[in-house]
C-alpha cells in the first residue's frame, strides 16, 4: 500500500494568484512613475526625478 501526499491546490492557486496581483500591481505603479509621474509624486529632490527621467530614456519613453 502507498500513500501519496495531495497538495491543497485552493490554497496553492489562491496563493498564487496574489503572488501574481502584487506583481502586476507593482510593475503597473513602476510604469506609472517612470513613464507618467512627471514630478508629482518625486518633488522629494532632484535625485529621484532625474532617476525617473533616464528610465525614461532606457525605456524609450517620449519625455521632451
Known amino acids: 500500500m502507498t500513500f501519496t501526499a495531495v497538495p491543497a491546490r485552493a ?8 503572488i501574481a496581483m502584487g506583481i502586476v500591481l507593482l510593475a503597473l505603479l513602476t510604469l ?5 509621474d512627471d514630478g508629482a509624486i518625486s518633488r522629494s529632490g532632484m535625485f529621484l526625478h532625474e532617476l525617473m527621467h533616464d528610465g525614461r ?3 524609450g519613453l517620449p519625455c521632451h
Do not use: I, R
Open 32 to 36: 506609472y512613475l517612470v513613464g507618467f
Open 11 to 18: 490554497t496553492e492557486t489562491a496563493g498564487s494568484v496574489l
Open 57 to 59: 530614456h532606457l525605456l
